[in-house]
């Protein structure tokens, strides 16, 4: 399930979850029954996991600028 960001007139800003892919242009807003717009928002990528978020980075970074390693890191063996 992923969390859509609908604006509702009567009460404003309003999550909805829905599967990936599936939200609706509209939807009934769960406090006040109005119809609500989809509205299109950034991924939260904020709020991923500490570890997710560094790997990404780490593989962005690694796109144009790959890491070069010439041992194995402690605790690590061969």
Do not use: N, Q
């Not at 009934?28 to 119809?35: D, V």
């Not at 717009?37 to 600028?65: K, M, V, Y």
């Amino acid at each position: 399930m992923v969390t859509y960001a609908y604006r509702c007139p009567e009460c404003g800003s309003v999550d909805l979850t829905f599967p990936l892919g599936r939200a609706p242009e509209h939807a009934s807003c769960p406090r006040c029954g109005t119809w609500t717009r989809r509205r299109w928002t950034a991924p939260a990528l904020a709020r991923l996991p500490r570890g997710i978020r560094e790997a990404h980075a780490r593989e962005e970074r690694s796109r144009d600028e790959p890491e070069v390693v010439s041992r194995p890191g402690p605790g690590r063996r061969l």
